[in-house]
């Protein structure tokens, strides 16, 4: 009986041992994901906008993280950092004027280039289903359009 116990004993430390030698699940839970998204911009003026966003906060709050980028050379690029594995969809403004904010005419149409992860341009605003991506144990890269 004492050898029985001794055995599962061993077996079960070396589970334990060998779990924490995955460095891949530990760095993930610790350091999060990281998402890298491109756009090519058609004009240097002003910066780009990107809002990280969660089905709760989508088109409605803030985003979970929110990143500014210059362009250079006709491109825009920023990294979200720490992001755990979950659903997510991303929006980002060419901020032509550095208002902060899409601006609009009178008839409510915007007068400035945005996009939307998986490039979704619509008739109206974008919709959570056509604009969200799973985040799991890799990085990504996306590359949007305006």
């Not at 289903?129 to 144990?137: C, G, I, L, R, T």
């Amino acid at each position: 009986m004492k050898t029985i116990l001794i055995t599962i004993t061993l077996a079960l430390t070396s589970l334990f041992i060998n779990a924490q030698d995955d460095p891949g699940t530990d760095t993930v839970a610790m350091e999060g994901i990281s998402i890298t998204v491109n756009v090519p911009v058609s004009g240097d003026k002003g910066n780009v906008i990107f809002g990280l966003f969660t089905e709760e906060n989508f088109m409605t709050g803030a985003p979970v993280q929110g990143l500014e980028s210059e362009i250079v050379d006709g491109k825009a690029s920023v990294t979200f950092t720490n992001v755990t594995p979950g659903t997510y969809a991303v929006t980002l403004l060419h901020d032509t004027n550095g208002n902060k904010r899409m601006d609009y005419d009178a008839n409510g149409m915007p007068l400035e280039m945005y996009g939307v992860s998986n490039n979704i341009m619509s008739m109206g605003p974008p919709l959570w289903s056509d604009a969200k991506f799973e985040v799991e144990n890799e990085p990504l890269t996306l590359d949007i359009i305006m």
